[in-house]
């Protein structure tokens, strides 16, 4: 994992550099606000960006949104102080990759770079669920989950309208693990454990796996710690 760190404060970016080169996680550069994060994204081409939101000449949400329309590939991990519903929201919709508090211990900072690497979207606690009321306000379908939850259980055994499988599949996926590590708990291929995914993703009439994830929290499938 090649990282850009982005922050305007130069103590913090020293220790999150220090912390993630002693965890063997190579540090490309230091930006100190988006204007440069752009320059240097273009110039050292990381795996990784670790962006600030509040910064001068250039804030993050910018930074983020520019740079994912000229390089997608790239992740993008909010890390800041802001824990206001509207910077987590207007981050995933300019195309972050997860969104951390500042607060964040190291280890869990380096397990969630690590699940980010995976294909975890990694949300400090309580974020994910604020998520999910936000994704169902926007997409009108608030009520049509509510009753998804709610529901009397069907032939198979499940309140929220997937399989027994499925819901293995989804508490697992919740708790972090890769698809490959799914399927090694299940005796599944990594194939099949992705047409599960698929699958709930469809049944839940969500979009994307970070929706998915959501929904898991509300049901209880992966706690907020």
Known sequence: MRVLVVDDHRLLSEGVSNLLAAHGIEVLGVASDGVEAITLMQELNPDVILMDIRMPRCDGLS??????????????????????????????????????????????????????????????????????????????????LSGLASRPKDREGQANGLTERQTEVLRLVAQGLTYREVGERLSLSERTVRFHMREIISRLHLQNRNQVLAYAGTLGLKPDD
Do not use: C, W
């Open 63 to 144: 930074a983020t949104r520019q740079i994912k329309a000229l390089r997608p590939e790239i992740k993008i991990l909010m890390l800041t102080t802001s824990a206001e519903d509207k910077d987590l929201f207007e981050s995933v919709k300019s195309g972050a990759a997860g969104y951390l508090l500042k607060s964040i211990s190291g280890n869990a900072f380096i397990e969630a770079l690590r699940g980010l690497e995976q294909g975890t979207p990694p949300f400090s606690p309580g974020l994910a669920s604020r998520l999910l009321r936000e994704f169902a306000k926007l997409s009108g379908t608030e009520e049509r």
